[in-house]
């Protein structure tokens, strides 16, 4: 045994465990949040401003697992699922799945008038409660073109 034999079979059995542990540890759910560029927002019949996101969910467990989306604001915010009656969406197993999203800010909320807002998006595990998060900006109306209506 020389010293370099015992440094370098050292420094790979280290990576190694440090690899194996990283595999153990990692999230079973993960997410990422992309915001719809065209059209930055909607103006909708009522007044209400609504932003659209692609939420893509990665579902890590070896069976299909119900992802409940929740969102965290300091305005008063609306969570609208396309396609689904519910915030919940079913991700099936060892896989991903892209959603679209509607947040939308009933008019007259700060979140509708100004011009960005922070906004977080929640991911939850309905099976184990695990939960990831993502931030994000809500898009709205700039003061400017609100001149000059009566």
Avoid: C
């Amino acid at each position: 045994f020389r010293p370099r034999t015992i440094v370098y079979t050292t420094a790979w059995a280290a990576i190694g465990v440090a690899l194996v542990v990283a595999l153990f540890i990692r999230p079973e759910i993960d997410m990422t949040i992309a915001p719809v560029r065209n059209p930055t927002f909607v103006t909708l019949s009522d007044g209400s401003i609504r932003n659209a996101y692609d939420i893509r969910m990665r579902n890590k467990h070896t069976e299909a697992r119900d992802f409940r989306v929740s969102l965290v604001a300091d305005s008063p915010l609306e969570l609208a699922v396309e396609g689904a009656s519910s915030a919940v969406v079913n991700v099936p197993a060892d896989t991903s799945r892209l959603q679209r999203v509607y947040v939308i800010a009933p008019p007259q909320t700060p979140a509708a008038r100004a011009q960005r807002s922070d906004l977080r998006l929640w991911v939850e595990d309905v099976t184990s409660g695990e939960r990831a998060y993502g931030n994000t900006i809500f898009n709205g109306k700039e003061g400017s073109d609100e001149r000059g209506t009566d």
